[in-house]
């Protein structure tokens, strides 16, 4: 298989990736995925519950996903 800039590769989950970095040994390739990944969980203020007393504001944590993320995969 031809590890070049812009070929086709798959990435950690499975969707269809383009290659976008290839090191000189070939061994790590960078690939960017144009679905959405999960990136992380923040807390957010949740506005449709009351306020408590004391200034604090009821929060919920909400996933937050991205597309076009890059992967670095070791072959």
Request: proline share 7%; glycine share 4%.
């Amino acid at each position: 298989m031809k590890l070049k800039v812009g070929n086709s590769f798959k990435c950690p989950e499975g969707h269809e990736a383009t290659i976008v970095w290839v090191r000189e040994d070939k061994q790590v390739v960078a690939v960017m995925c144009p679905q959405k990944h999960f990136e992380k969980v923040r807390k957010v203020i949740d506005h449709t519950k009351p306020t408590v007393p004391y200034g604090h504001q009821p929060t919920t944590e909400r996933q937050i996903y991205r597309k076009n993320m890059i992967f670095l995969i070791e072959i």
